[in-house]
């Protein structure tokens, strides 16, 4: 959906949408003019009745068998009656439009999980703007949230908010967006899955033992892959070879032996090249392997800034990212298959509250064990994991590390930095008992955070990227096993590592080692010096007076050659930088044009 006009203003009323889905009042007035998006990528169907008039564009799947739902009005009144009851039932990739004829209210349900992000803008003269793209409702020119940046710029989020621009919105993950025929929008939240496993002792071990995960996540990429070609990212870790695993066992054309794995890697970076075990994968499994060599390092200067709703650190790689989607230019019509997601939901590495979980559910054992495994792991002291456990009872972001007090960042960008957290995360916080459960707040937390990253992560193919770990029927199952039964003293994830040994036997699933990314983020800071220090020093945060100018450039030269922790705040800083150039570039083409 490239833009809907909802409840259109005065103004707005006649204007044209070429090509626009429209739907009707009892009046027979337009009271919805709904554009598709271009292509045959995500089909779309509508329709009215005397009740109801409806636009569903998209899949939508059974959660209990499978099966795909087509669409229609008992879809569309099962949607408007009890959104909740309809996010319990089904799943996938999917926007819903439903507008109530007699009430003259219109319902937008979209996944839960942000795979079809939506946003929306309340006009002064009483419309509603909904789009798939931010852009298409932002103004040329548009004004920031300076509450928002400031936000990212201390904690490497936004907080409570969910667009950087001012005057657009995002609908939150897990919310439905109410519009009422008079008066301003609101969101509900829609989405409450189980937090908890239910049953017996067993069950509960044999749910986190990863029985049946191998055999979920095949289904999940069936469902998002369909009959379309694709192609696996393999990178050679954990997630990416269960995926492996998952695809090749599935019912996709792919398995025939067209199904083609990508590695790519820069080649100066040897100790995060993992190609080997991708070429073990891929041999198992009996997949073609194309590897891309690829010299860019983070930083390097792109050709063109994607217009994004919010700052994201895949800004940093930017020209990186561009050599690879060049290089995979021969798969324009395939969809990528990415493991993101997994190492939040399974606990890669998992939080020291997650002790304090197990003590929590009166595992008392299992809670002294987890402790010092934790110790163990971290090779720390218990005094210090258990002093970090009782403060990641008060973490209220994604990412727990704020940026240090070093002097890059001035007390003006402190002082607006907002500590609110995730709409959907406060209010299931706020109904569950998780208070003294600091382990699953941190797992919720950064899994929000991962679904969130859906809707700026850049695509490398041209049918674009899907996600099976962060698809709702697998995010539900990863909620409900215990925190402390996902790791032992010497590996983490072991639901995945587990269900994937079992499948295969191969051995790159209890590799520990990983290569030191902090040596990669200097050499590409160094090999694009100026460019960094031209972006992070004389933009839009200087001008604001976030920044210590000079502080900046010191520190800046200095992880060129030894990487500091001040690395954290210069990612974040840069990447704020390159979302506001991305914005104000595009606004000087449209001028100049």
Sequence with gaps: MKLARLRPGPAERHVP??????????????????????????????????????????????????????P???????????????????????????????????????????????????????????????????????????????????????????????????????????????????????????????????????????????GLLRRSAERCLGDQPAMLELPGGVESTTLALALAE????????????VNHRDPASTSLDESRNADMVARYVRMA????????????????????????????????????????????????VNSHGGEALFLAPPPNGAFLDAFADGQWQRALGAWRDLAVMQRSPLWWVAQDAFAQLRQRHANGVAAPADGLLTAAARAGATQFTEPLAQAWLARWSLCIRPGKRAQLLGTLGNLRDIEVHPSLAGGGTVFPFLTQPVVEAGFTMPTYRLFNAIHNRLPLRRAAYLASGLPN???????????????????????????????????????????????????????????????????????VRGWRQSAGREAAV
């Design 509 to 579: 699933l209890w590799r520990r080692d990983k290569g030191a990314t902090k040596r990669v983020l200097g050499a590409g800071l160094a090999a694009h010096l100026p460019h960094v220090e031209e972006v992070c020093l004389e933009g839009y945060c200087a001008a604001s007076g976030w920044i210590d100018r000079d502080v900046c450039r010191r520190a800046i030269g200095r992880m060129a050659h030894h990487p500091l922790e001040s690395m954290t705040t210069i990612r974040r800083l840069y990447a704020v930088e390159m979302f």
């Design 250 to 261: 599935s019912g996709h054309p792919g398995r025939a032996g067209c199904f083609t794995a």
């Design 289 to 336: 392997l194309e590897r891309i060599d690829v010299e860019c390092a983070e930083f390097s200067p792109p050709a063109t800034i994607p217009r994004l709703a919010r700052p994201a650190m895949h800004l940093c790689q930017l020209g990186r990212l561009e050599a690879v989607r060049e290089r995979l230019v021969s798969y324009r019509g395939h969809r990528l």
């Design 17 to 70: 949408l070429p090509g626009a889905v429209v739907l009707h009042g009892l009046d027979g007035q337009p009271t919805a003019r709904i554009r598709p998006e271009a292509g045959g990528e995500r089909r779309h169907t509508s329709g009215e009745s005397e009740l109801l008039a409806w636009y569903v564009s998209g899949h939508v799947f059974r959660k209990d068998d499978g099966r795909e739902v087509p």
């Design 72 to 214: 229609g009005i008992e879809l569309a009144r099962m949607a408007l009656e009890s959104p909740e009851r309809f996010v319990e039932q089904y799943w996938g990739h999917y926007r819903l439009i439903v507008h109530d004829r007699w009430c003259g209210a219109t319902l937008v349900l979209c996944d839960p999980c942000g795979h079809c992000p939506t946003y929306y803008r309340f006009c002064h003269d009483g419309a509603v703007h909904v789009a798939s793209d931010p852009a298409s409702i932002a103004d040329a020119s548009p004004t920031f949230d300076r509450a928002a940046l400031k936000s990212f710029l201390v904690h490497g989020d936004l907080g409570g908010g969910q667009c950087a621009l001012h005057d657009v919105e995002r609908l939150p993950l897990g919310h439905a967006l109410w519009i009422p025929a008079r008066g301003a929008p609101k969101t509900l939240v829609v989405w409450w899955p189980s937090w908890r496993p239910g049953g017996s002792a067993s069950e509960i071990r044999e749910v986190a033992s990863g029985t049946g995960l191998l």
